[in-house]
């Protein structure tokens, strides 16, 4: 049985969620910990550099590394995975490059890399904690609907909305792709913890069929049924078709 935790409004849902991170650190201050970008997340993060702040903890041995990143443009950019995580918690945290890694923008050999990130978090014990957020359609990084659930880390396109923002934002030409690259399925199940978080009404439907629904490659975040150690945290208005477990 998996553990849900429905907490109220979006403010109460942000602090809970940081508490998990936090806790993990302090638990264990050698942890490797997985981190997502998102609207859902990034508030999470400033609430744990805020934290920090007020009554520092130790920092100094933990790693950070985010979930996913976009391919084929400067590491720099904005939108780019690397320089949310950097502004939102990294850097705020005084964690330095050798404890922060991340999968890359730009690459000769996307195979050889993705190979390389996931031995670095294995040559660092492997993923104690992974915070996911919940896309819309079901999605894990950028493993979507369709992807398989014995993938591991590895190269994808996103969806078109998506593309074409980026693509203006960065001014992309259209004769170079743009994706993104991420760990995979099976990488993301052998997490030793998963935090699966959502929040928002737009969350509601597909959170119920994650958590009610079968588990299917249709519906990528429905895998963590399965999952040993994965709490769903939702707030009241992503849990609108939810039933709390007692």
């Known amino acids: 049985m ?47 550099v805020e934290a920090y702040r007020r009554k520092p903890f130790d920092v100094s041995r933990v790693t950070f590394f985010g979930l996913d990143e976009v391919m084929n443009v400067p590491h720099t950019y904005a939108g780019a995975c690397y320089t949310m995580l950097k502004t939102e918690i990294v850097d705020g945290l005084g964690i330095d490059d050798a404890h922060f890694l991340m999968l890359p923008t730009e690459s000769h050999d996307w195979d050889a890399d993705c190979q390389t990130f996931v031995s670095q978090l294995e040559q660092r014990g492997g993923i104690d904690l992974l915070v996911l957020g919940l896309g819309e359609n079901g999605h894990l990084g950028f493993n979507q609907p369709g992807t398989p659930f014995d993938s591991v880390a590895w190269t ?83 849990a609108k078709y939810v039933k709390p477990l007692y």
């Open 156 to 238: 994808t396109l996103m969806n078109k909305e998506l593309e074409a923002r980026i693509r203006q934002e960065t001014q992309t030409p259209t004769n170079k792709t743009l994706g993104g690259v991420t760990l995979g399925i099976r990488d993301i199940m052998h997490a030793r913890r998963i935090v699966l978080v959502a929040k928002g009404i737009n969350k509601a439907e597909i959170a119920h069929q994650m958590l009610y629904g079968p588990v299917t490659t249709d519906v990528p975040a429905s895998i963590l049924q399965l999952h040993p150690n994965c709490e769903f945290l939702l707030d009241d208005a992503a």
């Open 2 to 48: 998996f553990k849900l935790s429905i907490v109220g409004n979006e403010a109460a849902f942000d602090y809970t969620a940081s508490l998990r991170i936090i806790n993990q650190i302090i638990e264990k201050p050698e942890s490797v910990i997985g981190l997502s970008t998102g609207r859902t997340t990034g508030n999470m993060h400033r609430l744990v």
